[in-house]
């Protein structure tokens, strides 16, 4: 757009020889341009400041000492040293791995994690060698420690940034401004060369027709929208900032603001997440030390990421006052993984060899007891027949009924070899016991949900518990628990059965990261807009699927890498004030489309009409780009304006169609008083002829630059404005200021040095009169406007 005017000035200065028109065209850019870029220069600025207070780190080994530090600082030659969860921070090679298993799927597409080793085995393709770790990838279980050997660009993942990105697609929010702006083009091409044609056999200069149409087509262009929507969308991020929510991508808080179901995860978010040990039960459903020993084993000798259940085994048993660790070693570990949902740990007893490998396993029951075929019952191991594997079950639903969250316990003893184990090694175990924890719901979870629904937000919650905990603790927040879907059902419904189940249930568990990325795809094909909110390794994939991505900055890396919006405390009621922002947000930025996008519709017919009865331009083109400018610069104020708390109830989206209706009715609202001002300046003036056109062309430049930005106080509200609805302190300075000027402008000297005349000042009633009656005609149009499609924004 700059480049078109600039090439305009051009042509005004060859073809007229006109140095101050030119001069004027070009410092209507320069403002223009360094309003614009001041603007978003300093909105990018407040952005970048709040990203940087999320920070994603990794440890390395330089001359022998082990730090932390940020992710892009780690060069080519550094010593890392990674675990579950953490992000790769460029291509490396492994040097010791235990139990390394790391996600691939941004570069291959392949969902299943990939073993990783110290030697290569022979390969195919490059994302195949086994010792080699790629920059994009993550660390889904097990521990490492790795040499890096190419960072950023020179990685495997850089070079093919122009075919691979981790971006999101396109927000909801940046098709809808998509729609919009393809909309204006077609307006607009659609429109000018009429108005080109019409001046060419109307007027006899052709020169001044194409300028002028030209310019008509610059002026059509809402070309502060980019500075409008950055500015208000930093604006609500450094707001949302203060309520402890840090937003990444700033065109998420758009989509923030129009999300209508919220998927999150059990723990934390709805429960306290301080998890406390409180019942270790044999398999005779008693009290056992020996069940909590075998647990602490676990927890205590595993290298991967030690999370909330290790944490509570661990300070279980030094609150009981006992210590194990000194008796036994640490030999090998099999993994969790979500497939398995289990982990193992092989330990041997120096003070008694004879014992063996001992393997330690602790998991979700189901699974762990799938590999026991022995049970502990009266202090001796039986088979597992059917009669025992249904008394186990009954002691697990007994508890997890309770609301604790029951894991199993088995064990092996003298496990055969000297090698590395695998899942394979996890059979003919025996069942322990069981271990449950207590994580009781936030007190202020059940008022945030209220909130949350108060607001047309309705909570679905996907889990990996078992059902007996997910509807103990949904129940008590008054969630809707009537149905639960397991992961296991999941896996037997069809997509058609899916979409149909996800607006009837609200509550799935025992859910692995795929299958929560499928509930999510599945709510968005129902037309939702859907958030999810998560924090752990399994959280990454609807993560990524959400229309809007959610965590905390204690997340794991790869979960904070994919969220939009970081939330610094875990806590729901942060999140209803973030989704408040985001709706203020929305609101300005509609009332500013509406506004930019009506005005311009509205001038296009006003154009077209001037230009087939008028004898001379309505307006010099010169006179278009400095009444644009002034009508952007009075609603620079818009990203401060106050909005109506009614608006911010439901979740909105841009409406294409009723933006249609708005620009059609409100535009050709604005055509009638262009016409009637058209036929005071004609009729009441007497400016008919060619030696009075700069007066009409004065008279219509002061009317339709103080009638478009007064109309901002009638526009941004469906309410009486001034009365029942008052505008910010911000717009009402921006709107005086402009109109201030252009009075100036048309009533003072200062209009012969834009090409214009000075007005008589009893023009100055008619003025007030035609904007008296636009008003009227408004504010009748308003209420119509509601009842048709519902809402004023």
């Given at each position: 757009m700059v480049l078109v005017i600039t090439f305009l000035t051009d042509v005004v200065f060859a073809g007229k020889k006109d140095f101050s028109a030119s001069i004027l065209i070009l410092s209507t850019i320069t403002i223009s341009t360094i309003v614009g870029y001041t603007q978003e220069a300093k909105s990018n600025n407040a952005a970048a400041k709040l990203r940087k207070m999320i920070e994603n780190k990794v440890d390395v080994i330089r001359n022998g000492i082990s730090e932390s530090i940020l992710i892009e600082d780690v060069v080519p030659g550094d010593i890392v040293k990674l675990s579950s969860g953490d992000m790769l921070p460029g291509d490396v090679r492994f040097i010791e791995v235990r139990d390394l298993f790391v996600d691939q799927a941004t570069l291959t597409g392949e969902s299943e994690p990939v073993e990783k080793l110290t030697?290569?085995?022979?390969?195919?393709?490059?994302?195949?060698?086994s010792n080699i770790g790629f920059m994009g990838t993550n660390i889904t279980s097990g521990s490492a420690t790795a040499l890096v050997l190419t960072t950023g660009s020179r990685t495997y993942f850089g070079s093919m940034a122009k075919s691979l990105s981790t971006d999101n697609e396109k927000s909801d929010f940046e098709n809808d401004i998509d729609q919009i702006s393809k909309l204006l083009i077609?307006?607009?091409?659609?429109?000018?060369?009429i108005i080109l044609v019409a001046n060419i056999f109307t007027k006899s200069n052709v020169l001044d027709a194409i300028l002028f149409s030209v310019t008509v087509s610059i002026g059509l262009i809402p070309e502060m929208l980019?500075?409008?929507?950055?500015?208000?969308?930093?604006?609500?991020?450094v707001e949302m900032s203060r309520k402890k929510t840090i937003v990444k991508r700033l065109s998420s808080i758009q989509t923030f603001g129009q999300m209508d179901v919220l998927c999150t995860d059990k723990t934390g978010t709805l429960t306290q997440d301080e998890i406390v040990l409180e019942k270790y039960l044999n398999a005779d459903g008693d009290e056992d030390m020996s069940v909590l020993k075998q647990a602490f084993v676990n927890s205590y000798f595993q290298t991967g990421l030690r999370n909330a259940i290790d944490i509570a085994v661990i300070g279980r048993v030094d609150k009981e006052g006992l210590s194990y660790k000194n008796e036994y070693k640490a030999v090998d570990e099999i993994p969790y993984d979500f497939a398995r949902r289990r982990m193992s740990v092989v330990v041997e007893k120096p003070d008694e060899p004879s014992l063996g490998r001992i393997l330690v396993t602790k998991g979700a029951v189901e699974e762990t007891m799938s590999c026991c075929t022995y049970s502990m019952r009266g202090g001796k191991s039986v088979p597992m027949t059917d009669d025992e594997r249904k008394h186990a079950v009954s002691i697990y639903d007994e508890y997890s009924?309770?609301?604790?969250?029951?894991?199993?316990?088995?064990?092996?003893?003298?496990?055969?070899?000297?090698?590395?184990?695998?899942?394979?090694?996890?059979?003919?175990?025996?069942?322990?016991?069981?271990?449950?924890?207590?994580?009781?719901?936030?007190?202020?979870?059940?008022?945030?949900?209220?909130?949350?629904?108060?607001?047309?937000?309705?909570?679905?919650?996907?889990?990996?518990?078992?059902?007996?905990?997910?509807?103990y603790v949904c129940g008590k927040l008054g969630l809707d628990t009537h149905r639960i879907i397991t992961g296991a059902e999941l896996e037997g419904m069809s997509d058609d059965d899916l979409l149909v189940a996800t607006e009837d249930c609200s509550l799935f568990s025992k859910l692995n990261p795929y299958q929560k990325k499928r509930v999510v795809a599945m709510i968005q094909k129902n037309g939702h807009t859907v958030g999810y909110m998560g924090d752990?390794?399994?959280?990454?994939?609807?993560?990524?699927?959400?229309?809007?991505?959610?965590?905390?900055?204690?997340?794991?890396?790869?979960?904070?890498?994919?969220?939009?919006?970081?939330?610094?405390?875990?806590?729901?009621?942060?999140?209803?004030?973030?989704?408040?922002?985001?709706?203020?947000?929305?609101?300005?930025?509609?009332?500013?489309?509406?506004?930019?996008?009506?005005?311009?519709f509205g001038n296009m017919f006003s154009v077209v009409l001037a230009s087939i009865f008028l004898p001379f331009l309505p307006l010099m083109p010169e006179h278009i780009l400095v009444q644009n400018l002034l009508n952007d610069f009075a609603q620079l104020g818009m990203?401060?304006?106050?909005?109506?708390?009614?608006y911010l109830t439901k979740p909105k989206k841009i409406n294409v169609k009723s933006l249609r209706t708005y620009m059609f009715w409100f535009g050709l609202a604005s055509t009638v008083e262009d016409v009637l001002c058209f036929l005071i300046l004609w009729f009441v003036f007497h400016y008919t002829t060619q030696d009075k056109a700069t007066y009409f062309q004065t008279g219509w430049f002061l009317f339709g630059t103080l009638s478009q930005t007064f109309i901002i106080h009638i526009i941004r509200t469906e309410k009486i404005p001034f009365i029942q609805d008052r505008a910010s302190k911000a717009l009402c300075i921006s709107t005086?200021?402009?109109?201030?000027i252009t009075v100036l402008i048309g009533f003072t000297g200062?209009?012969?040095?834009?090409?214009?005349?000075t007005m008589p000042l009893y023009y100055g009633i008619w003025l007030a009169a035609l904007i008296a009656v636009y008003t009227v005609i408004v504010q009748i149009l308003k209420p119509l406007y509601v009842k048709k499609y519902g809402s004023w924004i």
């Amino acid at each position: 757009m700059v480049l078109v005017i600039t090439f305009l000035t051009d042509v005004v200065f060859a073809g007229k020889k006109d140095f101050s028109a030119s001069i004027l065209i070009l410092s209507t850019i320069t403002i223009s341009t360094i309003v614009g870029y001041t603007q978003e220069a300093k909105s990018n600025n407040a952005a970048a400041k709040l990203r940087k207070m999320i920070e994603n780190k990794v440890d390395v080994i330089r001359n022998g000492i082990s730090e932390s530090i940020l992710i892009e600082d780690v060069v080519p030659g550094d010593i890392v040293k990674l675990s579950s969860g953490d992000m790769l921070p460029g291509d490396v090679r492994f040097i010791e791995v235990r139990d390394l298993f790391v996600d691939q799927a941004t570069l291959t597409g392949e969902s299943e994690p990939v073993e990783k080793l110290t030697t290569n085995k022979d390969q195919t393709y490059l994302t195949d060698l086994s010792n080699i770790g790629f920059m994009g990838t993550n660390i889904t279980s097990g521990s490492a420690t790795a040499l890096v050997l190419t960072t950023g660009s020179r990685t495997y993942f850089g070079s093919m940034a122009k075919s691979l990105s981790t971006d999101n697609e396109k927000s909801d929010f940046e098709n809808d401004i998509d729609q919009i702006s393809k909309l204006l083009i077609r307006f607009m091409l659609v429109m000018v060369p009429i108005i080109l044609v019409a001046n060419i056999f109307t007027k006899s200069n052709v020169l001044d027709a194409i300028l002028f149409s030209v310019t008509v087509s610059i002026g059509l262009i809402p070309e502060m929208l980019p500075v409008i929507m950055t500015t208000t969308l930093a604006k609500g991020a450094v707001e949302m900032s203060r309520k402890k929510t840090i937003v990444k991508r700033l065109s998420s808080i758009q989509t923030f603001g129009q999300m209508d179901v919220l998927c999150t995860d059990k723990t934390g978010t709805l429960t306290q997440d301080e998890i406390v040990l409180e019942k270790y039960l044999n398999a005779d459903g008693d009290e056992d030390m020996s069940v909590l020993k075998q647990a602490f084993v676990n927890s205590y000798f595993q290298t991967g990421l030690r999370n909330a259940i290790d944490i509570a085994v661990i300070g279980r048993v030094d609150k009981e006052g006992l210590s194990y660790k000194n008796e036994y070693k640490a030999v090998d570990e099999i993994p969790y993984d979500f497939a398995r949902r289990r982990m193992s740990v092989v330990v041997e007893k120096p003070d008694e060899p004879s014992l063996g490998r001992i393997l330690v396993t602790k998991g979700a029951v189901e699974e762990t007891m799938s590999c026991c075929t022995y049970s502990m019952r009266g202090g001796k191991s039986v088979p597992m027949t059917d009669d025992e594997r249904k008394h186990a079950v009954s002691i697990y639903d007994e508890y997890s009924d309770m609301g604790l969250r029951l894991l199993a316990v088995a064990e092996k003893w003298n496990v055969p070899g000297s090698g590395e184990l695998n899942a394979e090694d996890e059979s003919e175990m025996t069942l322990i016991g069981f271990i449950g924890f207590l994580d009781p719901p936030k007190e202020s979870a059940k008022g945030a949900l209220e909130a949350l629904a108060s607001h047309g937000i309705r909570t679905v919650v996907l889990t990996g518990d078992a059902p007996g905990v997910a509807r103990y603790v949904c129940g008590k927040l008054g969630l809707d628990t009537h149905r639960i879907i397991t992961g296991a059902e999941l896996e037997g419904m069809s997509d058609d059965d899916l979409l149909v189940a996800t607006e009837d249930c609200s509550l799935f568990s025992k859910l692995n990261p795929y299958q929560k990325k499928r509930v999510v795809a599945m709510i968005q094909k129902n037309g939702h807009t859907v958030g999810y909110m998560g924090d752990g390794i399994n959280d990454a994939p609807p993560l990524k699927q959400a229309n809007v991505g959610i965590s905390v900055d204690s997340a794991v890396d790869i979960a904070k890498e994919v969220a939009d919006i970081i939330l610094l405390d875990k806590d729901l009621n942060v999140l209803d004030s973030g989704v408040i922002g985001g709706r203020k947000t929305y609101a300005n930025l509609s009332k500013y489309i509406k506004m930019a996008t009506s005005g311009n519709f509205g001038n296009m017919f006003s154009v077209v009409l001037a230009s087939i009865f008028l004898p001379f331009l309505p307006l010099m083109p010169e006179h278009i780009l400095v009444q644009n400018l002034l009508n952007d610069f009075a609603q620079l104020g818009m990203p401060w304006d106050n909005v109506d708390a009614k608006y911010l109830t439901k979740p909105k989206k841009i409406n294409v169609k009723s933006l249609r209706t708005y620009m059609f009715w409100f535009g050709l609202a604005s055509t009638v008083e262009d016409v009637l001002c058209f036929l005071i300046l004609w009729f009441v003036f007497h400016y008919t002829t060619q030696d009075k056109a700069t007066y009409f062309q004065t008279g219509w430049f002061l009317f339709g630059t103080l009638s478009q930005t007064f109309i901002i106080h009638i526009i941004r509200t469906e309410k009486i404005p001034f009365i029942q609805d008052r505008a910010s302190k911000a717009l009402c300075i921006s709107t005086a200021v402009i109109m201030l000027i252009t009075v100036l402008i048309g009533f003072t000297g200062i209009a012969d040095y834009l090409t214009m005349a000075t007005m008589p000042l009893y023009y100055g009633i008619w003025l007030a009169a035609l904007i008296a009656v636009y008003t009227v005609i408004v504010q009748i149009l308003k209420p119509l406007y509601v009842k048709k499609y519902g809402s004023w924004i």
